[in-house]
């Protein structure tokens, strides 16, 4: 769901901020927030307060060391979509730093 959305509805769930998502048909960027589930669903939150580290290293230039830590995150969780999505973008970027990840789909 956008940021917007999820600010409006936050309660007590547990998210992580994905990045930028630029959809067929619209011209903008929208930020998107992937909705983990209910912190009281027994959600551990500690997974997705790395991956938050994480894109904060991303946007602060130390590419390499992020990298690293998706590799380990994903190792954990191998079928984290997210994860891969990050990494396959990386590998796009040829070693250049991503301080925003902009992520576009051919579909809604």
Avoid: W
């Avoid at 956008?2 to 936050?10: G, I, K, L, Q």
């Amino acid at each position: 769901m956008s940021r917007t959305t999820f600010a409006e509805a936050a309660d007590s769930y547990v998210a992580r901020d994905i990045g930028m998502v630029k959809v067929k048909g619209k011209d903008v960027p929208v930020p998107i927030v992937e909705v983990v589930g209910h912190s009281g669903d027994g959600v551990d939150p500690s997974f997705y307060q790395q991956f938050e580290r994480t894109v904060e290293m991303l946007k602060a230039g130390d590419t390499e060391l992020a990298r690293a830590q998706l590799r380990k995150m994903i190792a954990e969780k191998p079928n984290d979509e997210v994860l891969s999505l990050y990494l396959a973008k990386l590998e796009e970027s040829s070693g250049a730093p991503a301080r925003e990840m902009i992520f576009e789909f051919e579909s809604k």
